[in-house]
């Protein structure tokens, strides 16, 4: 971990970064500034660290002041002697305020604290950026047949299965409707929690299963509603995913 110190009193500083050696082995101290001035120049020319440590006052003014000619993109924690600057620490985003003399127990419970934040975050992070990347499914189609167009939602298709060249998708009220596209386009266009790839004639919602029979060579024959002439029969190499599916464990 890389931590910036600005603290203008000398002893202040010792303490503080041997109370960080002791807390967190290994951390690096990349600079130490005394100054609104030399703390400006350094962050206006060097990559932000993982955490600061900031004095409120300073040699040539208070650490709002920094704060105010400049954006530092790292968690600060304030140090000060004086306790009428917390509301102005809580309104710049600080991670804790601790007062001096510093405790190595209130040190590591700030520290703590960072950890929880960044936990937290990279949660979020995680979340939205599934969010965002999630794929965008098909939830209606437009089915024309003759001079007739009607729209068909994607969760009224039972399944889709291949016939005479053409692709059909058969409603669970029993409605067969002509699709555009191919069985291999289906598949990639329906969510795949709910629709699943039986073999290469049918595509089937999984609300649509009315009844499942193993068969030899672990293959599995699956009784559809709507029902068909000749029910539908999983491939052995298929039956690992399908079971899977089943199981919502894709």
Same mark, same amino acid.
């Given at each position: 971990? $890389?931590?910036?110190?600005?603290?203008?009193?000398?002893?202040? @500083?010792?303490? +503080? %970064?041997?109370?960080? /050696?002791?807390?967190? #082995?290994?951390?690096?101290?990349?600079?130490?500034?005394?100054?609104?001035?030399?703390?400006? %120049?350094?962050?206006?020319?060097?990559?932000? #660290?993982?955490?600061?440590? =900031?004095?409120?006052?300073?040699?040539?003014?208070?650490?709002?002041?920094?704060?105010?000619?400049?954006?530092? /993109?790292?968690?600060?924690?304030?140090?000060?002697?004086?306790?009428? @600057? &917390?509301?102005?620490? !809580?309104? %710049?985003?600080?991670?804790?305020?601790?007062?001096?003399?510093?405790?190595?127990?209130?040190?590591?419970?700030? +520290?703590?604290?960072? /950890?929880?934040?960044?936990?937290? !975050?990279?949660?979020?992070?995680?979340?939205?950026?599934?969010?965002?990347?999630? #794929?965008? @499914?098909?939830?209606? !189609?437009?089915?024309?047949?003759?001079?007739?167009?009607?729209?068909?939602?994607?969760?009224?298709?039972?399944?889709?299965?291949?016939?005479?060249?053409?692709?059909? &998708?058969?409603?669970?009220?029993?409605? $067969? @409707? #002509?699709?555009?596209?191919?069985?291999?386009?289906?598949?990639? =266009?329906?969510?795949?929690?709910?629709?699943?790839?039986?073999?290469?004639?049918?595509?089937?919602?999984?609300?649509?299963?009315?009844?499942?029979?193993?068969?030899?060579?672990?293959?599995?024959?699956?009784?559809?509603?709507?029902?068909?002439?000749?029910?539908?029969?999983?491939?052995?190499?298929?039956?690992? /995913?399908?079971?899977?599916?089943?199981?919502?464990?894709?």
């Amino acid at each position: 971990m $890389n931590v910036v110190i600005i603290e203008d009193e000398m002893p202040a @500083y010792r303490r +503080l %970064a041997k109370l960080i /050696d002791e807390t967190l #082995p290994g951390t690096t101290i990349v600079a130490h500034h005394d100054s609104v001035a030399d703390a400006h %120049a350094w962050f206006s020319t060097n990559k932000s #660290p993982d955490i600061v440590f =900031m004095d409120v006052h300073l040699a040539d003014g208070s650490a709002f002041d920094l704060l105010k000619i400049i954006k530092i /993109d790292a968690p600060i924690i304030f140090t000060t002697a004086f306790d009428q @600057y &917390a509301i102005d620490a !809580f309104k %710049a985003s600080s991670i804790d305020y601790l007062m001096k003399p510093i405790k190595k127990e209130e040190l590591k419970s700030a +520290l703590d604290k960072l /950890d929880e934040f960044k936990k937290l !975050f990279n949660e979020k992070s995680l979340a939205l950026e599934q969010a965002f990347n999630a #794929p965008e @499914y098909k939830r209606r !189609f437009v089915i024309r047949f003759g001079e007739h167009i009607k729209t068909l939602e994607a969760d009224q298709i039972a399944y889709c299965y291949s016939e005479n060249k053409g692709t059909m &998708a058969r409603t669970f009220e029993g409605r $067969n @409707y #002509p699709m555009d596209h191919n069985l291999d386009a289906l598949q990639g =266009m329906l969510d795949p929690k709910t629709f699943f790839r039986l073999n290469r004639q049918y595509l089937i919602n999984i609300k649509s299963i009315e009844d499942m029979k193993s068969h030899t060579k672990a293959r599995v024959i699956v009784t559809l509603r709507p029902a068909v002439k000749e029910a539908p029969v999983v491939s052995s190499e298929r039956a690992a /995913d399908f079971k899977k599916w089943l199981a919502d464990d894709i």
